[in-house]
């Protein structure tokens, strides 16, 4: 079953704003090349302090593992403080 997150990541300041857009390429670089990745995006709203998620995953091992890997990658440590409001579905 295919697992489908979505949602919002929430900058409380343009230095957040800063941190995302200079982490951001290499992390969708690496979350596309992780197996069972089908759709990854990441993009700046019309708010320019709110950023829209939406990434599908080949079922809950590969997500699991993507959430696993973001855990313990630069972008996770970077962006740790930086509200995430996510929904996710078909998740086991």
Do not use: K, N
């Not at 079953?1 to 979505?6: A, E, G, K, R, T």
């Not at 919002?8 to 995302?20: F, M, N």
């Not at 290499?26 to 993009?43: A, K, M, Q, S």
């Not at 091992?61 to 890997?69: I, V």
């Amino acid at each position: 079953m295919v697992v489908h997150l979505s949602g919002t990541l929430v900058c409380r300041d343009l230095s957040e704003v800063q941190v995302v857009r200079e982490m951001l390429p290499r992390h969708i670089e690496l979350t596309l090349l992780e197996p069972g990745c089908l759709d990854f995006l990441v993009e700046q709203t019309d708010d320019p302090l709110v950023w829209r998620v939406e990434e599908r995953f080949a079922g809950s091992d590969a997500f699991r593992a993507h959430q696993a890997r973001v855990a313990s990658s630069d972008w996770g440590a970077a962006t740790a403080g930086i509200e995430r409001f996510y929904e996710v579905e078909g998740l086991d």
